[in-house]
């Protein structure tokens, strides 16, 4: 199969970015704080006893299998001996601090994506003789020595393929993607690395038999449109290594969802109801991403239901949460809100989905909308029963 020739014509802005994200935080922040557990297996998050999830653990219980958001109940089965401690919000958010000033030394175009996560734009940047590879060492080596704890970097050409890089080495390492090599890391890079696809899409990738991000290549990106909707473009200027987007322009986010075009409309309300899991579970992944990086912050206030008919008209179905998790801190468990959101998903799903316009439709969509003032939203529907 030959590659398909681009309806467009784009080339990648020269840039150099630096994606630093701490390891395992949280827990780091635990251990730091608290030697005598230093060695052991540790999770943040909520207990074992209750309907807790974890918000992260640390490498030693990762040996084990434990991970960021699973259920406390399952992790503790996996490793008998894991020590549980509930989150400090207010203590993870003074080092995030401390860490956004290192970063500043550096420039000025700094993106927060969460507590323990940003990108630099470093392409003007005089220190280090301009070397972004010898700035991330710094930054590593400055985070270390000002707060105890270790980083891992990313150095590309773009956002993209710096946050891509960050991982390669973890924990307490450096991965390095210079501009000639770009193009054939992002071709051979397998797709469920690609920042945005979960595990969901994923698994529809590989059905549709796109396994390596350069397998995108192969296919009309109209096919690719027909299949991933909006994410088709970026997909594929991603498979050559490309991404423009500048550092620092992501905007105030005003929704968290997903959807999907089908190839064929969905005839009757079974059907519809027979693609929701996936759409569920894709939601469900960006919901966690989305409470990881705003556990202070804006918040989903409502759910959302999206449909297309196959006249192309375009309804949307609202429903006010009941469960509007405003401050995340000791009290409250970040990773235990997220799930009670999606716990009154399938319920409120039920109440809307008796009002959705009729089948045929070609693209169905699930979401949350994000007010950046909860507490005014909640005053403005007064009659809200917060549990
Ligand atoms: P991550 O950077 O995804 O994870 P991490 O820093 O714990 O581990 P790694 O070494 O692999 O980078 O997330 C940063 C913090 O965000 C994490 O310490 C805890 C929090 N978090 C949640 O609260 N819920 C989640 O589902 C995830 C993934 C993270
Ligand atoms: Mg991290």
């Not at 050409?157 to 960050?166: C, E, G, Q, R």
């Not at 909308?369 to 939203?377: D, F, T, V, Y």
Request: proline letters at 5%; charged letters at 25%.
């Amino acid at each position: 199969m030959g590659v398909h020739q681009l309806p467009f014509t784009f080339e990648q802005i020269e840039q150099k970015i630096i994606h630093i994200d701490m390891d395992c935080f949280f827990a780091a922040i635990e251990m730091l704080d608290n030697p005598e557990i230093r060695h052991k297996a540790v999770a943040v998050g909520g207990s074992p006893t209750g309907r807790g999830v974890l918000c992260t653990a640390n490498y030693e219980a990762r040996k084990y299998g434990v991970r960021s958001a699973m259920s406390s109940a399952e992790a503790l089965k996996k490793c008998p001996h894991l020590i549980f401690i509930k989150p400090r919000g207010s203590r993870y958010k003074e080092v995030s601090t401390k860490i956004l000033e290192i970063f500043h030394r550096y420039t000025d175009k700094v993106e927060p994506l969460s507590l323990d996560e940003a990108f630099l734009d470093v392409t003007n940047t005089n220190s280090c003789h301009g070397s972004a590879t010898l700035m991330a060492q710094k930054i590593r080596s400055d985070i270390f020595k000002e707060t105890g704890l270790t980083a891992s970097a990313g150095v590309a050409p773009n956002k993209f393929l710096s946050k891509v890089a960050s991982d390669f080495n973890k924990p307490n390492g450096i991965f390095v993607i210079n501009p000639s090599e770009a193009a054939n890391f992002a071709k051979e890079l397998p797709i469920g690395l690609v920042p945005g696809i979960g595990k969901v899409t994923e698994k529809k990738c590989h059905d549709l038999g796109l396994f390596k991000l350069g397998d995108v290549q192969h296919y009309p990106l109209a096919w690719l449109e027909a299949k991933f909707g909006k994410f088709a473009h970026s997909m594929y200027t991603k498979s050559f290594g490309i991404d423009n987007r500048k550092v620092g322009n992501n905007g105030t986010r005003k929704s968290i969802g997903c959807e999907e075009t089908f190839n064929s409309d969905l005839m009757s309300y079974n059907e519809i109801k027979d693609r929701l899991p996936f759409l569920i579970e894709e939601l469900t992944i960006r919901t966690h991403e989305y409470f990881k990086r705003h556990s202070i912050g804006p918040k989903p206030t409502k759910l959302f239901i999206k449909v297309k008919t196959n006249m192309f008209n375009l309804h949307t179905y609202e429903k006010l949460l009941r469960y509007i998790p405003l401050r995340i801190d000791n009290e409250m468990d970040l990773a235990h809100s997220s799930e009670n959101l999606l716990d009154n998903l399938h319920t409120m799903f039920n109440e809307l989905y008796t009002k959705l316009e009729q089948p045929p439709l070609r693209l169905l969509g699930v979401g949350f909308r994000i007010a950046s003032n909860p507490h005014q939203e909640i005053e403005r529907m007064g009659q809200l029963r917060l549990l």
